[in-house]
């Protein structure tokens, strides 16, 4: 039995950065039989994901979704492949059609089989025009690929749920920091490989994004506890909202990440080197003001830089 509606729980897209995090979680929650976990790649090889149930789908094949669905007895999903912001903008076409379509397929199926569905936005859906501290509703402008993608699902879902009553929830993420999988495709992964690289033997990182550039950021946990508690609230507790609540971690630039990281590995050195990233994170706000996640579902965020550091070393070490 999962939550209210008994039945199990699939993962899309699990194989990565938020999936690896995310299935364990749910996994320890629920059961790991209760958790299927799935992803175009055929292949997995992380233990997060092998301790339990696995298949391949590539969310742009309709049939097999509603397959799955009807054969495994899924009642939640949460929908996480897609395209990141870097990768998007250099195959605009597939960002399109496996952010919007493949999204789709996954409301269609939330159509027909009653289920509740969780699909994440970004901070993303905000352009040039968000003011610096992003209001949760303002004009959304966007002058990324996809960045446009988050804005037409999150405008889809709103759509399922008042025509169709699809129980939709989404969230627009920050950048997250994480440990248990590489990342690769965004424009935040600075602020992950940067880690990587600290710690290896070298001790040295050429920095994708300028030194001053201020972004919203959150560790993964905090992420994790805000989609599992987002998930679980009430469904007369979520406003309008509730396909892309903004939620607030911390903002840092690199150059302050660096400092913190220089006060345990003194030997490390950052190099600036913006290349095309850089003008995607000129385009984001600076910070996210969060209060109607607060007001309709409790949400607080818990990791600030000192802690996030402490962890990503200690982790990665
Ligand atoms: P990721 O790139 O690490 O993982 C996406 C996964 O989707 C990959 O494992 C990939 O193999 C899979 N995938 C790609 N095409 C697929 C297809 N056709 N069918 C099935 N699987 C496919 O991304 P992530 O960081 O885990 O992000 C998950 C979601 O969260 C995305 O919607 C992303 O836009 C959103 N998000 C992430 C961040 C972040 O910082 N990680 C921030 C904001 C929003
Ligand atoms: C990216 O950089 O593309 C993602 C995001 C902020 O959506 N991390």
């Not at 939330?110 to 968000?130: C, K, M, Q």
Request: glycine fraction near 8%; charge should be negative; hydrophobic fraction near 35%.
């Amino acid at each position: 039995m999962i939550g209210r509606e008994g039945g199990r729980i699939l993962v899309t897209g699990a194989l990565g950065q938020i999936g690896t995090d995310l299935v364990q979680s749910l996994r320890d929650i629920y059961g790991s039989d209760m958790v299927i976990a799935s992803d175009i790649r055929e292949k997995p090889n992380h233990p997060c994901i092998l301790n339990g149930p696995y298949i391949n789908l590539d969310v742009l094949d309709k049939d097999r979704i509603f397959q799955i669905i009807n054969d495994q007895n899924i009642k939640i999903i949460y929908h996480l492949a897609a395209i990141l912001s870097a990768r998007g903008e250099e195959n605009p076409e597939l960002c399109e059609l496996i952010n919007v379509e493949g999204t789709r397929n996954i409301f269609d199926a939330g159509r027909e089989f009653g289920l509740r569905i969780f699909t994440p936005s970004s901070i993303a859906v905000f352009g040039p025009d968000t003011p610096k501290k992003a209001p949760q509703v303002t004009p959304l402008n966007p002058t990324t690929k996809y960045g446009m993608t988050k804005v037409e699902c999150e405008i889809l879902g709103m759509m399922y749920y008042q025509k169709y009553g699809v129980d939709i929830r989404g969230i627009r993420y920050p950048g997250l920091i994480s440990w248990k999988s590489p990342v690769s495709g965004g424009t935040t992964d600075y602020a992950v490989d940067i880690f990587h690289a600290a710690l290896s033997d070298e001790s040295k990182y050429d920095c994708f994004l300028n030194g001053d550039t201020r972004l919203p950021m959150m560790y993964m946990d905090d992420a994790i506890r805000a989609t599992i508690s987002l998930m679980d609230a009430p469904i007369d507790s979520l406003s309008s909202a509730r396909c892309g609540y903004n939620i607030s971690g911390l903002s840092f630039t690199p150059k302050e990440l660096v400092s913190e990281i220089k006060k345990r590995l003194p030997d490390f050195v950052c190099n600036y080197k913006p290349d095309i990233r850089q003008n995607y994170a000129d385009s984001w706000p600076d910070s996210i003001d969060d209060q109607v996640s607060r007001n309709d579902w409790n949400w607080q965020s818990r990791f600030g830089l000192e802690t996030i550091v402490d962890e990503m070393i200690s982790n990665l070490k």
